[in-house]
Every structure is written in structure tokens, then in C-alpha cells.
């Protein structure tokens, strides 16, 4: 059986990406927690962000190394592309488009 250099070092940089898509959607999840205990509207950036959390969560399966895996690279690149449109998202949710130490109590109410 021959070992290929990517089916070693490809799940170092999915597992990262799984750990760090995990702690998103905790975040996230906790916030629209308070807002459904205080009867409030949804944000869409809030719910785009935790779909795309959702579904890097769920590319779990990508982390079994086989000879074909090497060509999900796409979807890897699709996944940044959204976690970059999610970060610019979260980034402009500030109504003063600054970030103090207000801006938690303004933006996102009582939570």
C-alpha cells in the first residue's frame, strides 16, 4: 500500500478548521438562545453564520483519508470563501461600525 504525502498531512488542517467551526457555532448558538428567551427578532447574519458553521461541522466526513479526498479542495476553498463572507458579516453588524466596550449592550440588546 502506498502512503501519499496529502493523505497524511490533509485532516491537520480540517480538524482545526472542525475545532474552530465548533466554538462559531457555540457562540452563536448561545446568542440566539437569549434572543429566543427575550422574544426578539433573528438577525440573517447571525443564521448564515451558524448554517455555515453547521456545514463545515458537518464535512467531517472529508477528514477520511482516501486517494480521491485530494479532490475536495474545492470545497475547502468554498468553505474560506464563506467563512470570509460570514466574518465580514459579523464584522459590519455594529450600527457604529466600531467596536468598544458598548457595543456588546447596544447591538445585542439585554443578552
Known amino acids: 500500500m502506498i502512503v501519499r504525502g496529502h493523505e497524511i498531512f490533509s485532516p491537520i488542517p480540517l480538524v482545526g478548521e472542525l475545532i474552530s467551526a465548533a466554538v462559531v457555532m457555540g457562540i452563536l448558538a448561545g446568542y440566539e438562545h437569549y434572543i429566543d428567551r427575550a422574544n426578539a427578532s433573528n438577525n440573517g447574519r447571525i443564521v448564515y453564520s451558524l448554517v455555515i458553521a453547521f456545514l463545515t461541522l458537518f464535512s467531517i466526513i472529508l477528514l477520511i483519508p482516501f486517494h480521491a479526498s485530494f479532490y ?30 458598548t457595543w456588546i449592550w447596544h447591538d445585542w440588546g439585554y443578552y
Request: hydrophobic share 65%; proline share 0%; aromatic share 24%.
Open 72 to 101: 475536495f479542495f474545492g470545497l475547502d476553498f468554498i468553505f474560506f470563501v464563506c467563512w470570509m463572507v460570514a466574518f465580514g458579516l459579523m464584522a459590519n453588524l455594529t450600527v457604529s461600525h466600531v467596536c468598544n466596550s
